[in-house]
């Protein structure tokens, strides 16, 4: 088992978000989470990797675990991002930094790489992505395809075990989806690890293993995607896919 | 005004003796006065400058730091520099601590005077410029592994710096002016040097005017390095 979680609850002031989730994805497989806006898919990817603290509840990503119904020290913490790489829906790149600076950063200043071994790093990643051309310019000079996936470059530069992607394509002019879901195609085939939050239901069904539905902070159903869109087992489900066919 | 000044000009300009004599006042006392700001005036701005500014990130800090003591220290160290005036810190610096058996020399006591007061005011400008960046760009950072220190360093640091300059450079450019009142505590910056040059000739109006000219020059060659200074960091900006 790549990831587990158990009994996940996490609350925002009086509102509960995520009311017990129990979740377990294999090494290598590709997750997709669907669901209606506000049931918790963006607060149960952040809490993968504890950009937001759950309330309870346990997490294990390859080897570590935390237990959030202890007290977790800060070091843990960071330790545990790193497992995960996070790509956002508004890509977040760092303004003042390249293309090629975005994604050496981590190596540099987390894992204390060399910049000459971390900068050759970087360009095959930038490679890998399809954007060694643009490697020197900053985010400003690039499209929003072209910035997501130097976002994606910079968080498969810290070598995660899993990848986290929040509607990576949400933002971009419809024109635009195609290069960043076939750089995520690229990567599901390699055998990497993925959690995708995403309304792409073609990338859905095409690429995943696993579809979760989420609604009202529970995941309500949950199976291969021919079995999940074809054939629902819950009215839930079966209203949600009505809806955005 | 204009019109005193300009009739004060045409006065001299009709008097040959007096012309020779303003000149030559004029010239003899550019030495020392220029001496005042290289010896004085202008250490004591960088040196104050700087010392304030990293209080003003401390104290910035401290303010977002959601630690409730060193947030409410931080709020009444800026409410206290900010609701008295700069005049009043100096003396109770330097005349006032002697009665506690506190005696600090013109120099240091003007130092630490004007960097506390730089600290409150650039501290605010420092707490804007931080929260000014998006949570984003925290997120960003924390999710490749950064720590808090990390993130400050190498993310939000150089981007706050860049929304920073112009204001800290109103601050800078206040402080080389405000540096005219360490005179009142002895310090014998360019100022003082004035005072002490037309009390014993009694062309104030020149020597002082000659003075104004000086710090005139310097602040316009400080808006000439902020300018560098803001086209460089706005070079990742889309215009
Ligand atoms: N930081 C926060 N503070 C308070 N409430 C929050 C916070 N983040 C999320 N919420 C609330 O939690 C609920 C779930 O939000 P979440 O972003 O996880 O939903 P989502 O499934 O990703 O929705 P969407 O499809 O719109 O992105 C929403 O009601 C939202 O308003
Ligand atoms: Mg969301």
């Given at each position: 088992?790549?990831?587990?979680?158990?009994?996940?609850?996490?609350?925002?002031?009086?509102?509960?978000?995520?009311?017990?989730?129990?979740?377990?994805?294999?090494?290598?497989?590709?997750?997709?989470?669907?669901?209606?806006?506000?049931?918790?898919?963006?607060?149960?990817?952040?809490?993968?990797?504890?950009?937001?603290?759950p309330?309870?509840?346990?997490?294990?990503?390859?080897?570590?675990?935390?237990?959030?119904?202890?007290?977790?020290?800060?070091?843990?913490?960071?330790?545990?991002?790193?497992?995960?790489?996070?790509?956002?829906?508004?890509?977040?790149?760092?303004?003042?930094?390249?293309?090629?600076?975005?994604?050496?950063?981590?190596p540099?200043?987390?894992?204390k790489?060399?910049?000459a071994?971390?900068?050759q790093?970087?360009?095959?990643?930038?490679?890998?992505?399809g954007?060694?051309?643009?490697?020197?310019?900053?985010?400003?000079?690039?499209?929003g395809?072209?910035?997501?996936?130097?976002?994606?470059?910079?968080?498969?530069?810290?070598?995660?075990?899993?990848?986290?992607?929040?509607e990576?394509?949400?933002?971009?002019?419809?024109?635009?989806v195609?290069?960043?879901?076939?750089?995520?195609?690229?990567?599901?085939?390699?055998?990497?690890?993925?959690?995708?939050?995403?309304?792409?239901?073609?990338?859905?069904?095409?690429?995943?293993?696993?579809?979760?539905?989420?609604?009202?902070?529970?995941?309500?159903?949950?199976?291969?995607?021919?079995?999940l869109?074809?054939?629902?087992?819950?009215?839930r489900?079966?209203q949600f896919l009505r809806?955005?066919? | 005004?204009?019109?005193?000044?300009?009739?004060?000009?045409?006065?001299?300009?009709?008097?040959?003796?007096?012309?020779?004599?303003l000149?030559?006042?004029?010239?003899?006392?550019?030495?020392?006065?220029?001496?005042?700001?290289?010896?004085?005036?202008i250490?004591?701005?960088?040196?104050?400058?700087?010392?304030?500014?990293?209080?003003?990130?401390?104290t910035?800090?401290?303010?977002?730091?959601g630690i409730k003591?060193l947030?409410?220290?931080?709020?009444?160290?800026?409410?206290?520099?900010?609701?008295?005036?700069?005049?009043?810190?100096?003396?109770?610096?330097?005349?006032?601590?002697?009665?506690?058996?506190?005696?600090?020399?013109?120099?240091?006591?003007?130092v630490?005077?004007?960097?506390?007061n730089v600290?409150?005011?650039?501290?605010?400008?420092?707490?804007?410029?931080i929260?000014?960046?998006?949570?984003?760009?925290?997120e960003?950072?924390y999710?490749?592994?950064?720590?808090?220190?990390?993130v400050?360093r190498r993310?939000?640091?150089?981007?706050?710096?860049?929304?920073s300059?112009p204001?800290?450079?109103?601050?800078?450019?206040?402080?080389?002016?405000?540096?005219s009142?360490?005179?009142?505590?002895l310090?014998?910056?360019?100022?003082?040097?004035?005072?002490?040059?037309?009390?014993?000739?009694?062309?104030?109006?020149?020597?002082?005017?000659e003075?104004?000219?000086?710090?005139?020059?310097?602040?316009?060659?400080?808006?000439?390095?902020?300018?560098?200074?803001?086209?460089?960091?706005?070079?990742?900006?889309?215009?």
């Open positions: 088992m790549m990831i587990s979680v158990q009994g996940l609850y996490k609350q925002f002031g009086e509102v509960e978000v995520l009311k017990g989730i129990d979740l377990k994805i294999q090494k290598g497989k590709v997750v997709v989470i669907i669901g209606p806006s506000g049931s918790g898919k963006t607060t149960l990817l952040r809490c993968l990797n504890v950009l937001e603290k309330d309870k509840g346990k997490i294990r990503i390859g080897e570590k675990e935390l237990d959030f119904a202890k007290s977790v020290a800060k070091q843990e913490i960071h330790a545990f991002r790193r497992l995960t790489g996070m790509v956002f829906q508004n890509y977040q790149l760092f303004p003042h930094m390249t293309a090629l600076e975005n994604v050496m950063e981590g540099v200043t987390v894992k790489e060399a910049k071994q971390a900068r790093k970087a360009m095959d990643l930038l490679k890998k992505v954007l060694v051309q643009q490697a020197d310019q900053y985010p400003f000079q690039l499209s395809g072209q910035q997501q996936r130097v976002g994606i470059a910079r968080a498969l530069a810290m070598e995660p075990e899993v990848m986290l992607f929040d990576p394509t949400s933002a971009l002019d419809p024109e635009l195609g290069e960043v879901l076939k750089v995520m195609k690229d990567l599901a085939a390699e055998g990497m690890t993925m959690v995708v939050v995403t309304h792409e239901m073609r990338f859905a069904k095409e690429v995943a293993d696993e579809i979760i539905f989420m609604d009202h902070g529970r995941i309500v159903e949950q199976g291969k995607p021919e079995q869109f074809i054939n629902p087992q819950h009215e489900t079966k809806l955005i066919e | 005004m204009v019109k005193m000044y300009l009739s004060y000009l045409n006065n001299i300009m009709m008097d040959h003796d007096r012309l020779e004599r000149a030559s006042i004029a010239q003899s006392s550019l030495l020392p006065l220029v001496k005042g700001a290289l010896y004085n005036t250490p004591l701005t960088i040196i104050t400058f700087f010392i304030g500014l990293l209080l003003a990130i401390l910035a800090l401290a303010r977002i730091s003591l947030h409410g220290m931080a709020r009444v160290y800026v409410s206290a520099i900010r609701g008295t005036p700069l005049l009043v810190q100096l003396f109770i610096i330097f005349y006032g601590l002697p009665n506690l058996g506190v005696t600090i020399d013109p120099f240091p006591a003007a630490i005077g004007f960097s506390l600290g409150a005011y650039a501290s605010e400008i420092i707490r804007a410029a929260l000014s960046i998006p949570k984003g760009q925290w960003a950072a999710s490749i592994g950064m720590s808090y220190g990390q400050l993310v939000i640091f150089p981007q706050a710096a860049r929304v300059i204001p800290l450079s109103n601050t800078f450019v206040s402080l080389v002016k405000d540096t009142l360490a005179s009142l505590i310090v014998t910056e360019m100022f003082r040097k004035a005072q002490e040059i037309a009390s014993t000739n009694y062309e104030f109006l020149l020597v002082y005017t003075a104004g000219l000086i710090y005139w020059v310097i602040c316009f060659g400080l808006s000439i390095i902020q300018d560098r200074i803001e086209r460089r960091l706005n070079r990742y900006i889309a215009r």
